[in-house]
């Protein structure tokens, strides 16, 4: 599996591209703010075509260049409803508009995604959990867990850790994490040093 990530916009939201390969199709995580030049520079180095946007959460920093790359690329931007109305008034005007996530498994661009809803950071939160043919695992977790911290939370920071624990720390210690912001982190590591973890999931 391939997967290509860069900061984007001034808060360094990371934005990720995902295929099974370079050369096919991909699909796109968190087209946050001013991706266009560094996204279309991923594009063409991987040989890659998107077929959709995904979205772990509302926020501008996660989806501010949704619009724009969708009407480029005529795709659509899948994001819970939950947290549709946290959009600019603009971003649904593309062709294809917003697809709706919901829990369970997505194929797209030849991959099977997990999508799981773990609310807190905002009410339509989401996480995308991925299994390459070697073996290896994924799980993108946007703004709900970083490497040694958590997000902040839209209203009961209680709910937020209980997302985590229910959702994610119950992932094997080899899943790699790759937060919305900051460095790519292991399960294990945050079972095992995550101050604002101990005691969740299993």
């Not at 591209?17 to 087209?31: I, K, T």
Request: proline share 8%; glycine share 16%.
């Amino acid at each position: 599996m391939l997967v290509v990530g860069f900061p984007a916009g001034p808060l360094e939201a990371n934005c990720y591209l995902l295929a099974p390969e370079g050369g096919g199709e991909c699909v796109l995580v968190d087209p946050g703010e001013d991706i266009g030049e560094p996204l279309e520079a991923a594009l063409s180095g991987h040989g890659l075509t998107p077929v959709a946007m995904l979205a772990t959460h509302g926020h501008p920093d996660h989806v501010a260049s949704a619009a724009e790359v969708g009407a480029r690329h005529g795709i659509p931007l899948y994001l819970h409803e939950a947290d549709r109305p946290l959009l600019a008034a603009d971003a649904g005007e593309w062709k294809d508009g917003i697809v709706p996530l919901v829990e369970g498994p997505l194929r797209l661009a030849g991959l099977e995604i997990t999508v799981s809803r773990t609310p807190g950071h905002t009410a339509g939160s989401v996480i995308f959990g991925l299994s390459s043919a070697e073996g290896g695992r994924i799980v993108l977790t946007g703004d709900s867990l970083f490497a040694g911290s958590i997000g902040r939370s839209s209203g009961d920071g209680d709910e937020l850790v209980r997302s985590l624990g229910a959702k994610v720390m119950t992932l094997p210690d080899d899943t790699v994490v790759l937060p919305g912001h900051g460095p790519a982190t292991t399960i294990g590591q945050e079972r095992a040093g995550n101050p604002f973890l101990a005691g969740t999931g299993s």
